[in-house]
């Protein structure tokens, strides 16, 4: 299946924590429509397994009638958990609890009881039970952290992440490169979008918008997993999305002078979907951004106009227009990815830090896409989704901002460009080179 591609590290990652004799208690999860109920499923496939995906209530009642599908000796059991695990650690191999935040919803006290099942009843089995979850914020502080009365028994925990633009290849061999980049300004790396792109892009956008499918209630829907009340959040995302990156800007685009954000910054960088980062250097303000590609398209496109999209008067067209510019931020991250990717082949120096960096120069804004730092050398990289760049042209700007911040050895400019005019002077990476190395 598609769904796998670029998951084998995972894959195997997760079929080892499964591995052997004895008990094992496995946490995997990741932001909704990651594809970590496939992985687990791939993962288990050999094994005799109870599969059961939680729910707001009846979860016990349910959860017996998932496993009867496998053994119906245990709907003669108690209605307790308890009784239920004791049934079954002998008689499957696995048994795995999806959206496991839906149990804790219900009864607060699972916790605790899961605790007690897993010392009382399953410590000595070879039972290996697995809780998956895609609310982040309720599997880091209610399963993950020291204060949750799981702490400490679980075996391992995987966080399923987007997959890298790099494997983009994999899942759409005959697609351009520019297409590529167009979809993955679209799909964040996100499995469950990428593989509803089975047209030519703008054709499914266009498509897409015209019928008002999913993707009109996609971005509120994955707020209203995280939070209750989604109204100052999408305030605030609609901001980062629009280019406002500090406190202030954010807080002024959204209309929200007098309105703390800071508490609602901190939930959102908790669930993975916002980001604070600091210069690399550690000199100057922190920047907030859009950590999940996906809701940067969405809260850039499709939430500011929804009316428009629901009365047809904003289409593809439209975001077409606007695309390239906002690439911008996309094409730097796949900049990152190829410079750890030559670094990692010695195609490039090694380095000890590597960030973007922003600072200012008589109140004028400075700034390089990413700065690399290593023993005696400076990797200065600049990002420009455009055709006709002249490499060693940028190549003297990014060396006149090294010298700017006062780092000393041997500046080696970098540049990653959509194409060019002149290669010379850096180097230099367009997305001819970028799509060899997705081969």
């Not at 290593?374 to 003297?396: I, K, L, T, Y």
């Not at 006149?400 to 002077?425: I, T």
């Amino acid at each position: 299946m598609v769904i796998f591609l670029d998951r084998e590290e995972e894959l195997e990652k997760l079929r080892r924590a499964l591995r052997g004799e004895g008990f094992r208690l496995v946490v995997v999860y990741g932001r909704r429509r990651i594809g970590k109920t496939s992985l687990v499923l791939k993962a288990t496939e050999d094994m005799r397994r109870v599969y059961y995906l939680a729910v707001g209530r009846g979860n016990l009642r349910r959860f017996k009638q998932a496993a009867a599908r496998v053994d119906p000796g245990v709907l003669t059991t108690a209605d307790d958990w308890e009784a239920v695990f004791t049934y079954l650690r002998d008689r499957v191999d696995v048994v795995i609890i999806d959206e496991f935040p839906n149990l804790i919803e219900e009864d607060r006290s699972i916790l605790s009881t899961l605790q007690a099942v897993v010392d009382e009843v399953l410590a000595h089995s070879n039972l290996k039970l697995v809780l998956a979850g895609s609310s982040i914020s309720t599997m880091t502080s209610k399963v993950l952290s020291y204060k949750s009365p799981l702490y400490g028994r679980r075996t391992a925990s995987l966080r399923v992440d987007p997959i890298p633009f790099l494997k983009y290849r994999q899942f759409f061999p005959d697609r351009p490169p520019h297409e590529l980049v167009e979809i993955h300004g679209f799909a964040g790396g996100i499995p469950y979008y990428m593989v509803k792109v089975r047209e030519p892009f703008w054709d499914f956008l266009g498509r897409e918008l015209r019928e008002r499918t999913f993707l009109l209630d996609e971005g509120d829907f994955l707020l209203r997993y995280e939070f209750e009340d989604v109204s100052t959040y999408r305030q605030i995302l609609e901001a980062i999305a629009a280019g406002k990156n500090t406190l202030g800007e954010i807080r002024d685009h959204a209309g929200l002078r007098s309105t703390d954000i800071t508490p609602y910054l901190r939930n959102l960088e908790i669930v993975g979907i916002v980001r604070k980062v600091k210069p690399v250097l550690g000199r100057g303000r922190y920047r907030y951004e859009l950590a999940d590609g996906f809701l940067r398209f969405w809260h850039r496109f499709i939430g500011p106009n929804l009316w428009l999209i629901e009365q047809g008067l904003y289409g593809a067209e439209d975001i077409r227009r606007e695309y390239s510019q906002y690439l911008g931020r996309t094409f730097e991250e796949i900049a990152r990815e190829v410079v750890v990717r030559e670094i990692a082949a010695g195609r490039l120096p090694r380095v000890t830090k590597l960030g973007p960096q922003w600072w200012t120069k008589r109140g004028e804004a400075r700034e390089i896409d990413l700065l690399g730092v290593g023993d005696g050398v400076v990797v200065a990289v600049e990002a420009r989704w455009r055709d006709g760049v002249d490499a060693a042209e940028v190549a003297q700007e990014l060396r006149e901002k090294v010298e700017e911040l006062g780092l000393p050895g041997r500046v080696v400019p970098v540049v990653v460009a959509r194409s060019f005019r002149k290669r010379e002077g850096a180097a230099a990476y367009d997305l001819g080179d970028i799509y060899r190395m997705m081969a």
